[in-house]
């Protein structure tokens, strides 16, 4: 009965191994399943604003760079004009300050220069009457002139005095224009800064405001799915459109780590569609996982560690365009 047993179990094995052999060879070329995908692009807002207008609906093929969306942006137009009026005053009030510096610096200049040399013609005249003065002091002391003669050289002495004394106050009040003069050149240095500023900030409320109509990338795409519509409020990062481009698409596959050195970014390979038998076309790695996916918490036996893939991509090289997102097909290593 034992040995009946035996040999039974023993045909059973023989069997089990020609199945396995017999499948394995069914099985045919090494190849992976996957799923036709495009890489997706979600165009979102940057700026807080309700929607006034999508102008794209889902599957329609859009321009590189068209807008795709507006949003309500009056009260950043209503800024930038305010800003813009607020230059507009600084300039005009610049252009007053440049006339009026540089008729003041000219004539201020003028004057306290010809003020200086009246001071110095009034100091030259009055030291010579203040001599003179002193010789007709004592020459009236020994006798040799008269007293009619020593008054007026007081006299004389005394107004060129005085003309010392008038031409130094011009002078300080030409240095004071002066002094003005460059106080005008501060204030209009003061505005000029203005306007810089404002100037500045006007940039960025219209970086701010390009930022209310949204725009599609620089190729052109093909609307995936859309998010919002015309009324809804867009916040910064909320999702409006998606969009693929039609001319890269990838095949998304999962390989399990006993196979994943067969794979390696830039190995050609071969893609057929379920839709499509019989017909294959010309496929390259693109991109191959550094960390498995669907690891168990804790590997302890040989069947965890083969139970963990890798997910890699697949560029189609042909044919892209005719290639639908979502259809199933095989990678063949080849």
Known sequence: MN????????????????????WRRQRGPVHYTGFVEGEERILRSEVTGRVLEVRFAEGAAV?????????DDRDVAAQIEAKRREITMYEAEIRMNEDRSTMVDSTSKRETS????????AEAAATLAERT???EQALASSGASTAQRLDEARAA????????DRAREMLARAEAEQTNSAMAASELEMVRRKRELALAQLAELEVRHEKFTVRAPGVPTVVQTQYLWPGELAQPGTAILAVIDPRDKYVQIY??????DRLHVGR????????????????EVSFVADKANFTPEKIET?????????????RILEDVESFQPGTEGNVYLG
């Open 268 to 283: 050609r390979v071969e893609i057929e569609l379920d839709s499509r038998p019989g017909k294959r076309v010309a496929g």
């Open 157 to 164: 002495r005394d107004q060129a005095r005085s003309a010392v």
């Open 255 to 260: 390989v399990p780590v006993a196979d994943v």
């Open 114 to 121: 010809a003020r200086r040399a009246e001071l110095a013609q």
């Open 302 to 314: 040989r069947s965890d560690r083969v139970g963990q893939v890798y997910r890699a991509k697949i």
């Open 133 to 135: 003065f002193v010789r």
């Open 63 to 71: 321009e590189a760079g068209a807008v795709v969306a507006v949003l």
């Open 3 to 22: 040995r009946r047993r035996m040999v039974a179990v023993g045909v059973l094995v023989i069997l089990l191994i020609g199945g396995l052999l017999g």
